[in-house]
């Protein structure tokens, strides 16, 4: 399975031939310029909640595309209101797509859409198919919550969760959460986009290989290590 990482939260991935993209805010990330938003493709955007940080793009995508957003019902209903195509979730749903299933799940955050429209409570997604099952947790805090993950969805593969404090987790709750969720391989997002969250690479590496887990800290426009 091939991973592209664009920036703060923002991931690619091709999935039984369709294309998935994550919360893409590449307009507002300046360590993302030098991509070409336009080169993007996908069949789904995928939406953790409605900051600008995650969905800046969401419009020019979806219009050129004609992608099919997946999010809570605030957010879904928001775009389709727009006249985008969606399909809403809320907390604890699943839906089995062309794709996958594809679960939301709790986060600890909070959730508004660039124009102050109310944009429902924040999630994560857990998707799997007979290949693969992942977890992207969006913005969220460590939360005892995460320990049913293991408990209701297949063995994670991987997750990819935030690791550069201020507005989510640490590097160090990332350990703990990886641990509550039962996954050894850690993809962090959410590092280094600005001030408040940059993160030291080697000290987050360290604190997960000092639990037996591994960390990738991806580059952005390239495919994620490994994927
Ligand atoms: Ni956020
Ligand atoms: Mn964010």
């Known amino acids: 399975m091939k991973l592209t990482y664009y920036g703060q939260a923002c991931f690619g991935t091709e999935i039984k031939g369709k294309k ?3 919360d893409p805010a590449l307009s507002a990330n300046p360590l993302a310029k030098d991509i070409d938003i336009n080169s993007l493709e996908a069949d789904y955007i995928l939406l953790t909640h409605g900051h600008g940080d995650h ?3 969401v419009e020019s995508i979806a219009q050129r595309t004609g992608a099919t957003i997946i999010s809570n019902y605030e957010i879904v209903t928001y775009y389709g209101e727009k006249g985008f195509k969606g399909h809403p979730l809320n907390h604890g749903g699943k839906w089995n797509f062309d794709f996958g299933t594809v679960k939301y799940v709790n986060a600890i955050h909070s959730s508004v859409l660039p124009d102050g429209t109310y944009g429902g409570n924040p999630g994560g997604f857990v998707i799997w198919n007979d290949d693969i099952c992942f977890y ?5 805090a460590l939360t005892w919550d995460m320990k049913l993950i293991p408990m209701t969805c ?3 593969d991987f997750a990819i969760l935030p690791v550069g404090d201020n507005f989510t987790m ?3 709750d990332a350990v703990i959460a990886a641990e509550f969720i039962d996954c050894e391989k850690i993809v962090g997002c959410h590092f280094d986009s600005f ?3 940059e993160i030291d690479h080697n000290k987050a590496k360290q604190a997960f290989e000092n639990k037996d887990k591994r960390l990738i800290l991806p580059t952005i426009g390239d495919a994620v290590p490994s994927f």
């Open 154 to 156: 297949p063995k994670l």
């Open 55 to 57: 969905v800046a793009d």
């Open 170 to 172: 640490g590097y160090e």
């Open 20 to 22: 998935i993209l994550f």
């Open 195 to 197: 001030g408040y969250i």
């Open 136 to 140: 992207h947790a969006g913005d969220t």
